[in-house]
């Protein structure tokens, strides 16, 4: 029997969050693990009159093409490829994995050789989200994979994600409406301001946001979701981080992650595990060791690390700061073919804006 919760979650992200039109070209990537859900949202965006092209993913075929394809073949842009960013009006992306460390085995070069890649694709789905003209969102599927990675079962996962989401109530879609509203205040409150001091047990940074805007994320480019985020100021960030969380990229973990800024750019990094992998990404290209994002987790109801950063960027209590890419609509002009979310852990200590205080020992302060 299919869980009525997969039901309410394909009318949320149908209806709340891509807000699909008739006569909107509509793209699905999913894997077979998803099929409930694949069907489901498919089954919705037919009635919203959408166009539908899915990409079902087969399991394995990441691994295989990283690990035998030739420099040429790592570095093709398909014209469809190109074709779907520049022209489709949705895109949803199910995660739901079966195994979450089938990358582990690839080389963090050719990671990075296949980022440089795709830095003029990442950049047309930004400026196209930025601009409206690209809804997408993405979302999760709880498989025993990603339960296992969380270190649950999967009913518990399950639960989780669920709960996460907030599809055990009536109407999750109030929910979301009523977090955007409450997210609109902190970002009218951010408004025109420049400075932003973090200091605490795992961060002394200073940056600017001047002329830059927050952005809500209530639901709508990740379900579930719950933070408020900016670009800073390229060359402003100062100072220095550690991310006591893990950080995962394509399935490798890098632990205790240091990074010392200066002028904006990343000068020096530390790990405890996989510092060849930490430093191929920052070597991506010229944009990869400056900041694309600063973001504030605001969903309290996310009470315990996944190892899935869909979840874990929104915990209360945390902020990300994310090298690579900016975000448009933010004010952001850094390019890069990465944007990579670390986690920091902000429970002792305070962030500061323009001198008021805003945030302090987990919790924002400000009304």
């Not at 993405?138 to 989401?165: H, I, K, R, W």
């Not at 946001?209 to 985020?229: K, M």
């Not at 973001?295 to 690390?305: S, V």
């Not at 090298?323 to 429970?347: I, Q, R, T, Y």
Request: proline share 3%; net charge negative.
């Amino acid at each position: 029997m299919t869980d009525p919760r997969i039901t309410k979650l394909a009318k949320v992200l149908v209806n709340y969050s891509l807000k699909v039109q008739p006569g909107e070209q509509m793209l699905i990537q999913t894997t077979p693990q998803a099929d409930e859900l694949t069907i489901a949202v498919y089954k919705e965006a037919i009635k919203a009159g959408a166009h539908i092209m899915t990409l079902n993913q087969v399991d394995g075929l990441r691994e295989v093409f990283f690990k035998t394809a030739s420099d040429e073949q790592l570095e093709y842009i398909a014209p469809v490829q190109k074709m779907m960013l520049e022209t489709f009006d949705c895109f949803l992306r199910i995660q739901a994995d079966s195994n979450t460390r089938a990358m582990s085995g690839v080389d963090p070069k050719k990671m990075a050789q296949v980022g440089r890649a795709n830095a003029a694709m990442s950049k047309i789905m930004m400026q196209r989200s930025a601009t409206g003209d690209l809804k997408w969102c993405m979302t999760v599927y709880p498989t025993n994979a990603m339960a296992q990675e969380a270190n649950m079962s999967l009913a518990d996962y399950t639960e989780f994600v669920y709960g996460a989401g907030m599809l055990n109530e009536d109407s999750p879609t109030a929910f979301w409406e009523g977090e955007a509203k409450r997210q609109a205040k902190l970002i009218e409150w951010m408004k025109g301001r420049k400075e932003v001091v973090l200091k605490g047990d795992n961060i002394d940074m200073t940056l600017s946001i001047d002329e830059r805007t927050f952005i809500e994320s209530a639901g709508t480019h990740n379900f579930p979701s719950g933070e408020v985020f900016t670009s800073p100021i390229e060359d402003s960030a100062e100072g220095w981080v550690r991310f006591k969380y893990p950080a995962i990229h394509g399935g490798q973990e890098i632990h205790d992650i240091e990074l010392w800024f200066e002028k904006g750019k990343v000068v020096k990094e530390k790990a405890g595990k996989n510092q060849d992998l930490l430093t191929a990404l920052l070597d991506t290209d010229e944009g990869s060791r400056f900041l694309g994002e600063l973001g504030i987790g605001t969903n309290y109801g996310i009470k315990r690390f996944t190892k899935n950063m869909l979840f874990d960027e929104k915990i209360g209590g945390t902020i990300h700061l994310a090298v690579g890419a900016g975000f448009p609509e933010g004010g952001g002009k850094n390019e890069s073919g990465l944007h990579w979310d670390m986690l920091c852990d902000m429970h002792n200590a305070e962030i500061l804006v323009d001198g008021d205080l805003f945030y302090k020992d987990g919790k924002i302060v400000v009304e």
